[in-house]
């Protein structure tokens, strides 16, 4: 292999593994990631809020905008309460994820409804899904902490899934490349 053939097979093992890992790490500790995510964007949006702090102090006189100040307050605002209430923000997101699926749920019983005469099949399909997502709606306004948890293990699932997905094929293409290069 030439190397920089090398060094891209190194970087995507690498992928996979810390995907893996993190795949791990989201099955066994859901609620810890979910509280790391919420300080991480409510970090994010502080940044953003100091950025614009900075920008208005900055500006002259005649060309500073209240408005500035205004939504850099309001992002700090936003920050310490993703850092501090994540709990209540991810029980927000749960709630809000429950009207949007409820929503899309009721727009495919009235398209199962609507086409009902001309096909049967996809009648039958819109309603299972409809069914579905109705009961994964009912079920994070019961209990949106333990569904988001689900939800972050679903993810650690997937991202183990996609890591080992990529070890492999890592594995064949070795393999592959290693046959091509003996029988030149």
Known sequence: MTNGIKMLFKNYVLDGILLTLLGLALIVWPNKALKTICIIIGISIGILGLLRCISYFTE???????RDLVTAIIQFA?????IVFWEHIIVAFQYLLGIVLLYGAILLFIRAYSIRSQSSIIMKISLVFAV?????????FINPEAFAS???QLYGVSLIVEGIAMLISLHK????????????
């Open 150 to 152: 689900f939800m972050m």
């Open 60 to 66: 002259p006189d005649d060309e500073r905008n209240s």
């Open 132 to 140: 579905v997502i109705t009961v994964f709606a009912i079920v994070i």
């Open 78 to 82: 936003i920050c310490l309460s993703f």
């Open 173 to 184: 293409f070795k393999l592959q490349y290693i046959d091509e290069t003996k029988d030149n």
